[in-house]
């Protein structure tokens, strides 16, 4: 069957997409789906064993990665898949072979695969070759992996997501994009603090605002931290500099210094708050000890939900099952 690239970036109620590349891809419906399912399999993780049997799930990492890389493995493990972890130096793509044709290849003889790599138009090409679900486990401008395990973290804190506010406080990189879309999917009311020229890309801040309109939530720039935090149920940070910007470190350094979570930023938002970032952290730039380590911090179920949220969304792709009905 020949591959669709629109089925990646078109989501109807009632055809759920055949890859997950960006969280904007999919219905609110589906979106919420997945958190359900991700939080059924964390509940009764056992129901779950060998849903699918002799799977195979390739993996390919440009970048490094500790979460994202172990999570899938666990996760096709748990499904009784067989995960295959390909180091692009060791592939022919890494000597020239052209991207769509080790897409055909690997099509006819896995059952999905998971890429981390830099640029998203390279991953949703190669994903328009593929013939099985492809699942961006990041690109320079999208992590939607992270996004689900994010806000199901968020839902199973303090509740149902709707009409919550949710504060960024960083940079406009690619764990903020999918954050966005995701709030908006979800309905919340996102505000997202930025230096001068680190805002999120416009055409993702427009097209979020179009369908927080349709789920009552909103999307809001604004400059100051505290701005964004006063009143949040949740605060959010993430790295000054992300995989492939090292040498704008100094740069970034200097634009960032204000862009601290610190407890005074922690004590403007509601009583309850919550503090999450995707994590690696770094201590003393993005976030202060005293907060990682502190009452506010979810921080390490939020990593833990990236291995259910993973089995999640390869169990949905792979079944055509977002119900998780199959498999009980
Ligand atoms: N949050 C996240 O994606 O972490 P890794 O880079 O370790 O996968
Ligand atoms: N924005 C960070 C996220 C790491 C999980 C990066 O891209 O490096």
């Known amino acids: 069957m020949?591959?669709?690239a629109d089925s990646a970036t078109h989501a109807a109620e009632s055809d759920p997409p055949r890859h997950y590349l960006t969280v904007s891809a999919l219905s609110p419906e589906d979106f919420a789906r997945l958190i359900s399912l991700s939080r059924r399999m964390k509940e009764e993780p056992g129901a779950w064993r060998q849903a699918i049997p002799g799977g195979r799930l390739a993996m390919i990492f440009d970048k490094p990665s500790t979460r994202t890389r172990v999570?899938?493995?666990a996760a096709a493990v748990n499904l009784g898949?067989?995960?295959l972890m390909l180091r692009p130096d060791e592939l022919q793509?890494?000597?020239g072979e052209p991207p769509q044709d080790t897409a055909r290849v690997l099509s006819r003889m896995v059952d999905a695969i998971a890429w981390r790599t830099y640029s998203q138009a390279g991953l949703?090409?190669?994903?328009?070759?593929?013939?099985?679900?492809v699942i961006n486990a990041l690109t320079d401008e999208h992590h939607p992996c992270q996004a689900l395990a994010d806000l199901m973290t968020i839902e199973e804190t303090i509740g149902s997501l709707a009409g919550r506010r949710l504060a960024y406080v960083g940079d406009g990189n690619n764990v903020a994009h999918s954050l966005i879309e995701a709030a908006a999917l979800a309905g919340m009311h996102v505000v997202v603090a930025t230096p001068e020229g680190?805002?999120?890309d416009t055409a993702i801040v427009a097209a979020a605002r179009e369908r927080a309109?349709?789920?009552g939530g909103s999307v809001e720039l604004v400059r100051d931290p505290a701005d964004a935090a006063r009143g949040a149920d949740a605060v959010y940070t993430d790295v000054w500099t992300s995989m492939g910007e090292e040498k704008e470190r100094a740069a970034r350094e200097q634009a960032f210094r204000g862009y601290v979570v610190t407890p005074a930023l922690m004590s403007l938002a509601r009583p309850g708050a919550v503090f999450l970032h995707c994590l690696p952290a770094h201590r003393g730039e993005e976030v202060e000890e005293a907060v990682i380590e502190g009452p506010w911090s979810r921080v390490w179920d939020e990593a833990e939900n990236?291995?259910?949220t993973e089995q999640a969304v390869i169990y949905a792709l792979v079944t055509g099952d977002w119900r998780g009905d199959q498999s009980r």
């Open 2 to 4: 020949p591959a669709d």
């Open 213 to 215: 309109a349709t789920t």
């Open 71 to 73: 999570s899938f493995e």
């Open 198 to 200: 680190y805002e999120p």
């Open 93 to 95: 793509i890494g000597r």
């Open 306 to 308: 990236r291995l259910w």
């Open 124 to 133: 949703e090409s190669f994903a328009s070759h593929c013939t099985i679900p």
């Open 81 to 83: 898949m067989h995960p």
